[in-house]
């Protein structure tokens, strides 16, 4: 799971926002929405250092295991700082993970 979380991150810094709603099928946020959560941010993302800490919690009552993620984002000024990527991450059958982008907030 955090090596499919570290390649959507990645893509947010390079501002591959197209290749994000692709990887998310779009369910969510809108490349635009993307875009604009950041730029307003007004810092550039940094890459993740090595060790990151998720806040992973389980769904219950899903076809599917799922788990709702909030993922910390870093910056060139801050570090790491109080903006946050909101996810949905559903592993299916074959146990492949699928990610959606819910939210691009700070805390």
């Known amino acids: 799971m955090e090596e499919s979380i ?3 991150y990645s893509l947010l810094c390079n501002c591959e926002y ?10 969510r ?4 929405e993307m875009a604009w959560a950041i730029s307003e941010y007004g810092e550039k ?32 000024v801050e570090g790491l700082s109080d ?3 909101e996810l949905t991450v559903t592993q299916n059958a074959q146990g492949k993970f699928t990610l959606s982008l819910d939210d691009i907030r700070v805390l």
Do not use: C, F, M
């Not at 946020?29 to 635009?32: D, F, G, M, P, R």
């Open 29 to 32: 946020l809108s490349v635009e």
């Open 83 to 85: 903006l946050s990527i």
């Open 6 to 8: 570290r390649h959507l």
């Open 18 to 27: 197209d290749k994000v709603h692709w990887l998310t099928s779009g369910n």
């Open 45 to 76: 993302l940094i890459p993740y250092p090595e060790q990151v800490n998720l806040d992973i919690i389980e769904i219950s009552n899903s076809a599917l295991k799922s788990w709702s993620v909030t993922a910390p984002v870093y910056t060139h």
